[in-house]
């Protein structure tokens, strides 16, 4: 290709970029897959395996305890990444906010275009994680884990659907969309592996019956 115009290509480039960060769409995280992948179906049955199993105590249980949506980069918190993580064609604007976009909720289904009509779920929820041994951490790591984007903790879906799990385990609770159970049990379980918490016979028992299906 010529020089002069392998110039104006280039200049054509850098000039439609500046436009689309203009309008947003480079703002804030870069845009990827939605939970990261969790451990195969046989390491979360190996994990599982080594778990410990210990009745569920809640004493003293706040929220506040697990400082969570604090800042991962420039303007954006963790709530806002995760948008933008899982979301398509979301544009923020100068402060993270997403103003446009759509986002997929796989735990029933759902496409949703207002960010408003998604939360942001702690797969293990922070009152599970409390119950199961966070109630001894530091104030540290329980804002590590409210706010894990390294792990498959952290995942955008539909508000009344997380609201509805609530603190919920999987022996009361899995999504409603089957197809995406055995991806949430290997989840649940790499995550309380890697934080070493315990699990309650029952959330084993079930735990246990999902990822024999998997």
Not at 66 to 79: A, D, K, L, V, Y
Request: hydrophobic share 35%; proline share 5%; glycine share 6%.
């Amino acid at each position: 290709m010529p020089k002069f115009y392998a110039r104006r290509r280039l200049g054509f480039l850098a000039a439609f970029t500046g436009l689309i960060a203009s309008a947003g769409l480079l703002n804030g995280p870069a845009a990827s897959a939605a939970l990261p992948t969790p451990v195969s179906a046989a390491t979360a049955r190996t994990y599982l395996a080594n778990l410990t199993v210990a009745t569920e105590d809640r004493t003293g249980y706040d929220r506040d305890l697990f400082p969570h949506w604090i800042t991962q980069s420039g303007t954006c918190n963790t709530r806002e990444t995760i948008l933008k993580r899982d979301g398509t064609n979301v544009v923020t604007d100068s402060s993270c906010a997403a103003t446009s976009g759509s986002w997929y909720s796989p735990y029933d289904g759902a496409t949703w275009s207002a960010s408003s009509d998604v939360d942001i779920d702690h797969l293990v929820p922070l009152a599970e994680a409390w119950d199961s041994g966070a109630d001894s951490w530091t104030t540290s790591r329980r804002q590590s884990f409210a706010n894990d984007l390294t792990r498959p903790q952290l995942l955008a879906v539909t508000d009344n659907v997380n609201q509805s799990k609530g603190d919920q385990d999987p022996a009361t609770w899995m999504p409603s969309r089957s197809a995406y159970r055995c991806t949430y049990v290997r989840a649940w379980v790499q995550v309380k592996y890697y934080y070493g918490l315990s699990v309650d016979s029952a959330e084993k028992s079930a735990l246990q019956g999902y990822l024999a299906n998997c």
